[in-house]
């Protein structure tokens, strides 16, 4: 019995996500009704409440499922090794490009403004930058090295996710680009 109420709230709650998306693309998560919500994703709105307190709420479900998924990616990562950094980077931009719309949405500040300074305070990301920037001996070049590595990449990837398909590089060729700039930055 609890395995199918856990897939019947997991399916509510796919139903509201995909419900909020979509009207995301449409207005502000402001304008976003409670009840329209509802209407759109089929549910009624005490079901809605049980689940969560706003539109807000659920934005924040969404967002941590997503930065989740791509912790998840960045797991087996060994912050050491390069190959494997690359190659997890790969298998996240590759879960971006699978999820493009929301991925968009999440990442183009559009609704959520605070998810790409949390995507880069993953504790595997920190890592990463820690062993980057680790013979840098000037605390205030490191910082600045950091950071210009974090915005860097950001913007690299936003171009990435919202290029056409055919303008867009394969995910391990767009990671292979992020980790060399990044290495160039800290080659100080």
């Not at 609704?111 to 001996?137: H, Q």
């Not at 000037?138 to 303008?167: C, H, M």
């Amino acid at each position: 019995m609890e395995g199918r109420e856990n897939a019947r709230v997991k399916a509510t709650r796919k139903r509201l996500a995909d419900a909020l998306m979509g009207m995301l693309r449409e207005m502000p998560i402001h304008a976003v009704s409670i009840r329209e919500l509802c209407i759109r994703a089929g549910i009624n709105r005490t079901t809605f409440y049980h689940h969560y307190t706003s539109q807000y709420d659920l934005l924040e479900d969404i967002c941590r499922h997503f930065l989740r998924e791509i912790s998840d990616r960045l797991a087996e990562a060994d912050p050491e090794n390069q190959e494997s950094v690359q190659e997890q980077i790969a298998l996240v931009l590759v879960y971006i490009e699978q999820h493009l719309e929301a991925s968009r949405l999440l990442l183009n500040n559009q609704i959520a403004p605070n998810v790409a300074v949390r995507l880069f305070s993953l504790p595997k990301v920190t890592a990463m930058l820690d062993i980057y920037g680790r013979n840098c001996e000037d605390p205030q070049l490191r910082r600045s090295a950091v950071s210009f590595t974090i915005y860097g990449s950001y913007r690299l990837l936003k171009e990435w996710l919202n290029a056409e398909e055919a303008e867009r590089l394969p995910p391990e060729q767009e990671a292979a680009m992020i980790l060399t700039l990044a290495r160039r930055v800290f080659a100080l």
